[in-house]
């Protein structure tokens, strides 16, 4: 089935993505109707969203929460740039492990280089865009497709490698067991061209089935 989105942009763009979803596949069409809300969770496109997203490799919502917040306040304006300036006793500080520490300061010199540029990323492939990212150290497949997901708004990209999308696929799928990255990916396969919108409603559900007031990630 063809869509006419182009992003995943805002409220608008969110809801049609639904009405189109809800039309592929009768089981997550069932699953959008029991959710009190799917969220857009759109994030700035440029360092920060990116940085937001590394922070939240591997640790709990409120572990990240915690410390991209404390980053943020001492990291002002939350720039390339200025992270840089801030310097390693700041990031120690805000609770930033070495990798973390180290994947940021790699990413901001790449941009105040000007050998990266997160807004042009948005305007090329997926493929491409993915190619740029996991170039860089210490970004991996899971954080260039978040990144495409809800910063750059990209409408069909699914992060396969995330348990908590795992899970949810699994449950819809009727799996008799979480499916690995792989299996999640060609199961996803059935949500083409808005995947990206089946991303927010696997997150939603999953937030739902665990009793959580804000989504996994």
Known sequence: ????????????????GLELLAQLDHSIGETIAGLEKVPLRSKPPGFEGLAEIIVAQQVSKASATAIFGRLRDRVVPFSA????????????EAGLSRAKQSTLE??????????????????????????????????GPWTAEVFLLFCAGHPDIFPAGDVALQHVVGWLCDCDEKPDAKETRALAE??????????????????RHKGWTAAPL
């Open 190 to 207: 059935r949500w083409e061209p808005v995947r990206s919108v089946a991303a927010r409603v696997c997150y939603a559900e999953y937030a």
């Open 106 to 139: 790699g990413l901001a010199h790449a941009i105040v280089g000007q050998h990266l540029s997160l807004d042009d990323l948005c305007k090329v492939s997926p493929a491409e865009a993915m190619d740029e990212l996991t170039a860089l150290k210490g970004i």
């Open 1 to 16: 089935m063809q869509s006419s989105l182009n992003s995943i942009a805002n409220e608008a763009d969110l809801q049609s």
């Open 81 to 92: 740039d200025a992270y840089l300036q801030a310097g390693e006793q700041i990031w120690i």
